[in-house]
């Protein structure tokens, strides 16, 4: 053949000489009444193959598929164009069986070292049917019609029709006006808010390229960024993106709004034609922008593709400080095994998981095991394409923290964002100094119980739908601010109350049936810990809840508290315990309902001045823990005796005896011993319970004391009296603040039967000296009777000795008075005597 028409490479004829064949071949076929196609054919990956196993083996591969060309169609009915495109020509008639047989063939065309490698061809098609064209025009529908196909990895074919044209037409004019659509501000950001799920506040914001065109009008992304990616233009919308979304925050910030994390998207080409990471560091730097401000999106179709490099990429994101999220998750197939594989900031569920909800329960169980899983890998969440409230409950209840969609915003211009503040409709931003608190919160999964369970031992974690909500708690208001559904039904069904994510004012809550729950939470709140309650229903019966406190807010204070619904009790069996414990002591303040066969308790606590017990606590070993207890929580000197006598043993033998068992002792709070009182029956019922109530009596036991001490002390005193004849009165002073008794011996003082106190015996004896002392001694007695003369004495002579005449009933009464200082229980005491004489 002349080298002129054929290809040095492969033999085939070459393009121009193609042409001719072609011709004579389509009017051949015309005269047999049959049909003429083009087909285009492209070795999809040759690049690749050349890289990998050398141009050698490129040429060996480029001769077979000639080979095979030839064996389909015949050496004058096909071509090589150019590179690894070639064309050939044939009837209509079978072709869809010639192009299967010739793929299939494909699957063998190269070995290389022995193994078979497959190879990827794509072809288009053009049937002249269509319209009577040239060969030329028929080659180039041809090659179009591949395009569709042009970025699979499997082989297939593609047959040309008019918006396949279309399409090019489309495509040409993105490409040649790309520049200007930059420089004229054709191209411009939408922003679409991205909603944290707890606060309903707009905590990031995704930045989403439009082109406004002045002569095709609104084009939406999928109407041009295909198109970019393919011809790797779309660097330059995208670094401008980044412009524009830096321009913006700045303008925001001068406006005083939070400065809220945008996002952007980034294409596959964007890593190929430029050092993307490097170029978008340098255009937020100079920016002044914080690099943690911008999160970078990028779809898991890009990873597919030289994988090790992208991972290298990200992870340079991720060293300089980005954020880096994974658009699109769910879409394509690799996903769990990139997770893996990169510790991606975020996770943003696919739209399809939206669309897919509504058709059926798998939907669900498959986002909410993700979102599990998400949560288990420490990467916060988002889902896209929330459209309706259903579907936003349903990504709250599951622990989705984010939420992007319609339902919230569609996507809009920066002015757009500013009049809807301005007219006062548009979602608020989030304070990022509380973005960490809502992350943790809107992280856990209602779904699953393993949260308020961790670390905490023998707590089955299987339940899967217990009632689950968390509250937000500040000083005066409490907000349902997560739930699931089961709370949601608990809720309606006790309280008769539809819940809604709206704080109340805890004023409302304290005057209706949820005061006591609202205690307990605020204790919760408080200490931090993890508490088992009961909280009474309206109906009577009994939810039994867990609580933990989870988190707090730094900038509002507020605490988040975590609960669950554990079982719920009837009212009968709670009329039990409350009569029961009402009958016990009015006063009590812990109450413990003691199963004798298995020793487990339940320990009820009443809150502050409630007539109610709302506290639980559930163990076991009831005796043995309360002897424990006691070793922590008793006042040390009555350790031993509770010791000994708290044994079920000795508590049942009292109760046989007596019908109760009681026992005094003291508990020490804040290190003040105080006195209580521990009663305890069996039940009439059921002998199988015991009731235990105790109750404060500190301030009865020590009225008691004091009255006991008080006639010890008369006893002593009386005796003195009586065993030394004429006392007629004798006074116990205490030197330290001279407060002092007064007992009296003689009926002449009229006794006042125990005792007479005073605040200040040497002032109370100065001014009765006034009246009682009789006139001519009465100077003499207020000189010698102050406290400096008396001690002085004391200290002398060892005893203070005075005689004088009173006046006692109108009548002079000669008396002698001794004083001493005696030692009374470890403390001085002046003992002061006087005797007629
Ligand atoms: P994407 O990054 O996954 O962006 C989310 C897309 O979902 C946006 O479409 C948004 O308008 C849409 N969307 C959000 N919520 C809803 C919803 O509730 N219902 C429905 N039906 N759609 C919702 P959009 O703006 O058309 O963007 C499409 C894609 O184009 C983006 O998907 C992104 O991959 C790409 N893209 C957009 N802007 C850029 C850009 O500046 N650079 C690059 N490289 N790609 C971009
Ligand atoms: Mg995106
Ligand atoms: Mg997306």
């Given at each position: 053949m002349d080298v002129t028409l054929v290809d040095y490479l492969t033999g085939l004829p070459n393009m121009n000489y193609f042409m001719g064949l072609a011709s004579e071949k389509k009017d051949k076929l015309a005269k047999q009444q049959e049909n003429a196609a083009i087909l285009f054919f492209d070795l999809y990956g040759m690049r690749k193959f050349n890289n990998e196993y050398g141009f050698e083996q490129g040429n060996v591969l480029l001769k077979s598929f000639a080979g095979l060309l030839i064996n389909f169609f015949g050496n004058t009915n096909c071509c090589r164009i150019g590179g690894d495109d070639f064309a050939a020509i044939t009837e209509e008639d079978g072709i869809e069986n010639k192009i299967q047989n010739l793929l299939e063939n494909c699957k063998a065309l190269v070995k290389v070292e022995g193994q078979i490698v497959e190879v990827t061809v794509h072809i288009g098609v053009y049937l002249f049917k269509t319209e009577d064209v040239g060969i030329n025009l028929a080659c180039d529908r041809?090659?179009?019609?591949?395009?569709?196909?042009?970025?699979?990895?499997?082989?297939?074919?593609?047959?040309?029709?008019?918006?396949?044209?279309?399409?090019?037409?489309?495509?040409?004019?993105?490409?040649?006006?790309?520049?200007?659509?930059?420089?004229?501000?054709?191209?411009?950001?939408?922003?679409?808010?991205?909603?944290?799920?707890?606060?309903?506040?707009?905590?990031?914001?995704?930045?989403?390229?439009?082109?406004?065109?002045?002569?095709?009008?609104?084009?939406?992304?999928?109407?041009?960024?295909?198109?970019?990616?393919?011809?790797?233009?779309?660097?330059?919308?995208?670094?401008?993106?980044?412009?524009?979304?830096?321009?913006?925050?700045?303008?925001?910030?001068?406006?005083?709004?939070?400065?809220?994390?945008?996002?952007?998207?980034?294409?596959?080409?964007?890593?190929?034609?430029?050092?993307?990471?490097?170029?978008?560091?340098?255009?937020?730097?100079?920016?002044?922008?914080?690099?943690?401000?911008?999160?970078?999106?990028?779809?898991?179709?890009?990873?597919?593709?030289?994988?090790?490099?992208?991972?290298?990429?990200?992870?340079?994101?991720?060293?300089?400080?980005?954020?880096?999220?994974?658009?699109?998750?769910?879409?394509?197939?690799?996903?769990?095994?990139?997770?893996?594989?990169?510790?991606?900031?975020?996770?943003?569920?696919?739209?399809?998981?939206?669309?897919?909800?509504?058709?059926?329960?798998n939907a669900k169980i498959i986002l909410a095991e993700l979102m599990r899983m998400a949560s288990a890998l420490g990467v916060d969440t988002v889902c896209e394409g929330a459209e309706t409230e259903e579907q936003v409950q349903f990504l709250m209840e599951i622990g989705c923290s984010k939420i992007q969609g319609y339902y919230f915003q569609k996507p809009i211009p920066v002015e757009q964002i500013l009049e809807k503040y301005e007219k006062g409709n548009q979602i608020g931003f989030e304070n990022p100094d509380e973005a960490h608190y809502c992350e943790t919160i809107g992280r856990i999964n209602l779904h699953d119980l393993s949260v308020i369970s961790?670390?905490?031992?023998?707590?089955?974690?299987?339940?899967?739908?217990?009632?689950?909500?968390?509250?937000?708690?500040?000083?005066?208001?409490?907000?349902?601010?997560?739930?699931?559904?089961?709370?949601?039904?608990?809720?309606?069904?006790?309280?008769?109350?539809?819940?809604?994510?709206?704080?109340?004012?805890?004023?409302?809550?304290?005057?209706?049936?949820?005061?006591?729950?609202?205690?307990?939470?605020?204790q919760a709140t408080k200490e931090g810990k993890r508490l088992f309650i009961d909280v009474n229903l309206p109906d009577g019966s009994v939810a039994h809840y867990f609580i933990r406190k989870m988190e707090e807010n730094p900038v509002t204070k507020t605490s988040a508290v975590v609960a669950a619904v554990l079982s719920i009790k009837d009212a009968e069996q709670r009329e039990i315990y409350a009569n029961l414990a009402r009958a016990l002591a009015s006063d009590y303040f812990s109450l413990y309902y003691v199963n004798l066969e298995t020793d487990e308790f339940i320990e009820y606590k009443s809150i502050a001045s409630k007539e109610e017990l709302s506290t639980e606590r559930h163990g076991d070993e009831?005796?043995?823990?309360?002897?424990?207890?006691?070793?922590?929580?008793?006042?040390?000197?009555?350790?031993?005796?509770?010791?000994?006598?708290?044994?079920?043993?000795?508590?049942?033998?009292?109760?046989?005896?007596?019908?109760?068992?009681?026992?005094?002792?003291?508990?020490?709070?804040?290190?003040?011993?105080?006195?209580?009182?521990?009663?305890?029956?069996?039940?009439?019922?059921?002998?199988?319970?015991?009731?235990?109530?105790?109750?404060?009596?500190?301030?009865?036991?020590?009225?008691?004391?004091?009255?006991?001490?008080?006639?010890?002390?008369?006893?002593?005193?009386?005796?003195?009296?009586?065993?030394?004849?004429d006392y007629l009165c004798i006074y116990v002073i205490n030197p330290e603040d001279n407060s002092y008794i007064e007992f009296q011996g003689s009926t002449n003082f009229d006794s006042l039967g125990i005792s007479k106190n005073g605040k200040d015996f040497f002032e109370d004896t100065q001014k009765n000296a006034e009246h009682a002392v009789a006139e001519e001694d009465r100077e003499e007695f207020k000189r010698r009777h102050t406290k400096e003369c008396i001690m002085k004495d004391i200290e002398k002579d060892g005893v203070f000795i005075s005689s004088h005449h009173l006046l006692i009933n109108n009548e002079r009464v000669k008396i002698s008075l001794r004083c001493v200082l005696a030692q009374e229980n470890g403390e001085n005491r002046l003992i002061m005597g006087m005797r007629k004489v």
């Open positions: 041809a090659k179009l019609a591949c395009a569709p196909i042009r970025q699979s990895n499997e082989s297939g074919h593609n047959y040309y029709d008019i918006t396949i044209s279309q399409a090019n037409e489309k495509r040409q004019y993105i490409i040649d006006n790309l520049d200007k659509a930059l420089e004229e501000h054709w191209i411009t950001v939408y922003y679409q808010p991205i909603v944290r799920a707890v606060s309903r506040r707009v905590c990031d914001e995704e930045a989403l390229a439009r082109w406004i065109d002045p002569v095709k009008g609104f084009l939406s992304p999928a109407d041009f960024i295909p198109i970019l990616e393919e011809a790797k233009l779309i660097y330059k919308v995208d670094l401008y993106i980044l412009e524009q979304v830096l321009e913006k925050m700045k303008f925001m910030a001068s406006k005083g709004f939070y400065m809220i994390s945008q996002s952007i998207n980034l294409s596959r080409s964007d890593f190929e034609v430029c050092d993307i990471v490097e170029e978008i560091c340098k255009r937020i730097d100079s920016s002044g922008v914080p690099r943690n401000k911008i999160n970078i999106e990028i779809t898991e179709s890009i990873l597919g593709q030289d994988f090790e490099f992208m991972k290298l990429q990200i992870d340079r994101f991720k060293k300089l400080g980005f954020s880096v999220w994974m658009d699109d998750f769910g879409s394509g197939y690799s996903s769990l095994d990139v997770l893996h594989q990169i510790q991606f900031d975020l996770i943003k569920f696919d739209m399809s998981f939206m669309r897919q909800l509504d058709k059926g329960k961790q670390n905490e031992d023998g707590f089955n974690s299987f339940f899967s739908t217990l009632p689950m909500v968390i509250f937000e708690t500040s000083e005066d208001s409490v907000k349902f601010t997560r739930y699931n559904q089961s709370y949601h039904e608990f809720f309606e069904r006790y309280y008769g109350i539809s819940l809604q994510n709206e704080a109340v004012p805890i004023q409302t809550i304290m005057q209706g049936p949820g005061a006591s729950f609202i205690l307990v939470l605020r009831f005796f043995r823990r309360a002897r424990l207890d006691a070793l922590t929580h008793l006042y040390e000197e009555d350790v031993d005796a509770f010791i000994k006598v708290f044994t079920k043993e000795n508590i049942l033998k009292q109760i046989e005896e007596t019908g109760t068992f009681v026992h005094v002792y003291r508990l020490v709070k804040f290190g003040i011993p105080y006195y209580v009182n521990m009663k305890a029956v069996q039940m009439t019922t059921n002998k199988k319970y015991l009731i235990i109530g105790v109750s404060n009596v500190d301030a009865q036991v020590k009225e008691q004391k004091l009255l006991a001490q008080v006639r010890q002390n008369q006893l002593v005193y009386s005796r003195l009296m009586a065993l030394s004849g």
